[in-house]
């Protein structure tokens, strides 16, 4: 990997600059929960940090050396795009070519004021007034625009650049933590902010809060200034890669980028007449911890929306918007005005609350105008009922993407491959083979994808199918007898295979693997995606009657066991790593267990053990193949709780806080950050933050179990719950799984490829399940399934999709179903009893097998019918519905 190289470029700032620069004043000389200071010659921010913890900064400085001079942007630079009328578009910003600011007097709360016009460019039309104060303790920066002229300024683009932190480059993951940040953005006009979280997870947080009327209209990316073709202004010199992912603007204004995306907001712009100014700016705030955003925000008077479940909603499960702002709402708008339908209803003192009901599909945004005429977006995504919406991944998956050429030369038939939306075929081929070639994970998320979609909605056709491909194609051809898996098994050889290759594609690069590259079993990443497979077909061969033909259960739980042990013996390089979708391990060692297979669950939790205790000898034990990673937390998470390792686990618990916000927009809320994949599995290659990449769904699956043992922390449930919902927005209304969102103001939509997107969905119907909680403050709430007070009982209904698991939140009881589903629930408060009504049988599901756990340590519950078996208890299912009554022992 290229290492990150800084370097100065332009001309250096004349000596004589400093005689205008304006007199540092000290910071802490006015209180406040962070001092920072300037940069004596710019007046750009230089430091920001906590008064508590001086060593930390929220901004680089440690790379001001490298960041000086011409191109770099800081806080407290400005970009324009600006015309007069019936001109052109031209575009003027501070730090394109720095020439000395001019001081002003500092006077009162005023820490630094400057004139900044000259520094903006020739011939721009305005005057700007920059002013660092501090206000009730906060840190404060203003601009004021003045139109001195004679004639009308019209400006349709303004940014103010967000330098944060979040540079990987050169650090170790235990400096990165230490020292590194990263920014969420709630892009939500007047109510708009930032969030600016420590990658360890630690308080103190930093919001970024309007001053006056300043909306977060847009957060555009600021361009590697090296590869873009565009001007100059809204670009960045630091080069951007895998460790660094780009310094944003908060954009103002947005309406003359001509973006080709649908954007999150309107796009305005706005005018200033002769002798008219506007003034616009931010608050630097701090919260004391991460899970105290909210209540910062409210004693901000900022606008509070918390969405319950969140902003991901089923046509068939409706969900509650809360809002609690300091003025009174005067107008909702639903846009379109066909997606959603908010009803209003009582809700909690001081909270605004709206039922949400989902009746369209897609993207949909709430405009609250409040009395004042500011407006507070509220972005949500309507989905078909989740069991719709898997059975269209899984008749897609199976269809669309099968792929069944007996001619194929790398023999990938029968399979199930990634599919070209655009093109609406199979990628066969793709530079990056692993793609075409049913490994890695931008190969192998296709048919990872369509089996765990089999775990809780079985079918028939689809599983027969899946059954083939694990017995004519995984098995003789991906993977070898003692259980190695290959990295593909398509690749580039043109003297074997000259004709069959596309020669529109450059086969060159690093990626286009030879036979003995793509032959190599040295890469972990690519085992558990083979693990899910046999286990899958274990657990419904194991379950349900008559689905699972070929083999029988032993077959394929003997084949997980076996690629587990194949990964810690060929992959062991990666394999001290976390891995994407790694508590598939931990279910392969329950399952052995329960089996009776003593030898072999013995082993592997000897291998497991090992690679914790490594763990253990590690402040931050999150590495990958990358310099810093999303993918190895929730395994890590999983194996220090199997190990009795507490102190650990919440570690590696709030370092996924760190990097998974919860934030009133579909998009963010729960998006765990992944901006390098498009890269390795997408069609448009290119460094970006993707919205909900497998990371969200996955990283959602430890903070679930955290929840269930401290289910008084609903933060934890409401990030979770996110990113669980934010992996469904990637399926389409016939079925295809996007890798990703692309969430650039050019694009603004789906990738087309899909990718890694199995990953991701393993996290969903992993973790698939329905919360019932009452909170302090919001009351009854359904994560998952519709509530309702009935008498002396609550009823919750499930629409999680599976149905086969519950967390009843007031008893501290984890229900859990590998056979069955649940129709309704009773939660009786006065004798803690619960009543589970369970769905009739079926032909491959006779029976249910039902387990039962206090994962906080609470009362142990009784099961009042059924047989006792491996750990679960067997309740025969009758034609009808069948009650099952929990009680306390």
Known sequence: MRRLAFYLAGAALASGALLNAAPARKSGDMGGALTFTLDPVSQTLRTLSPRAEPAFDFVPSGRATARKGDGFNQIGDLHLRVRSAGGEWRDFSSAQHRVPVRALAATGNVIARADITATMGGGFPLTVERTWLR?????????????????????????????????????????????????????????????????????????????????????????????????????????????????????????????????????TGFTLAPGEKRTFGVRLVAAPSIRAIEATLQAERRPVAVGIPGYVVPNDSPADLFVRASQPVRDVKVTPADALTLTKVAGPQGWNRWRVTGTGWGRARVAITYADGSVQSVHYYVTKPLAQVAADLGRFSTTRQWFDDAGDPFKRAPSILTYDREANHIVTQDQRVWIAGMSDEGGGGAWVAATMKQLDNPDAGEVAKLERMVDETVLPKLQSADGGVKKSLFYYDPKTFGSYYDKGIDWSTWASWDKNQADDLGRSYNYPHVAIGHWVLYRLARHHTGLVTRHDWRFYLDHAYRTTVAMMRDAPHYAQFGQMEGEIFLEILADLKREGLTAQADEVEGLMKARADHWRTLAFPFGSEMAWDSTGQPEVYAWMRYFNHPKEAAVTREVILGYDPTIPHWGYNGNARRYWDFLYGGKVKRIERQIHHYGSALNAVPLFDAYRRDPADLHLLRVAYGGLMGGITNIDREGFASAAFHSEPDMMRWDAYTGDYGMGFFGHAYAAATYLVKDATFGWLGFGGTVREDGAAVEIVPHDGARTRLFVAPAGQWITLAAGTIAKAHWVPATHRIELTLDPATPTTPVAQLSVEAPAGGAAYAIGKGTAERGFTTIALSPSATTVTLTPR
């Open 135 to 267: 206000d009730k303790g906060a840190p404060v920066l203003r601009f004021t625009l003045a139109n001195r002229g004679t004639t009308p300024v019209q400006i349709g683009a303004l940014g103010m650049p967000m330098v944060f932190d979040n540079i990987i480059t050169d650090r170790s993951l235990e400096q990165a933590h230490a020292q590194a940040s990263f920014v969420d953005p709630y892009i939500g006009s007047d109510a708009g902010y930032l969030q600016v979280t420590r990658l360890n997870g630690k308080g103190p947080a930093l919001l970024v809060l309007p001053d006056g009327r300043t909306p977060l209209e847009q957060y555009r990316i600021l361009d590697d200034a090296r590869r873009t073709s565009a001007p100059p202004v809204f670009t960045d010199r630091t080069p951007r890669q895998q460790t660094f992912e780009g310094f944003y603007d908060w954009m103002v204004s947005s309406s003359a980028m001509a973006d080709k995306g649908q954007p999150w907001n309107p796009a």
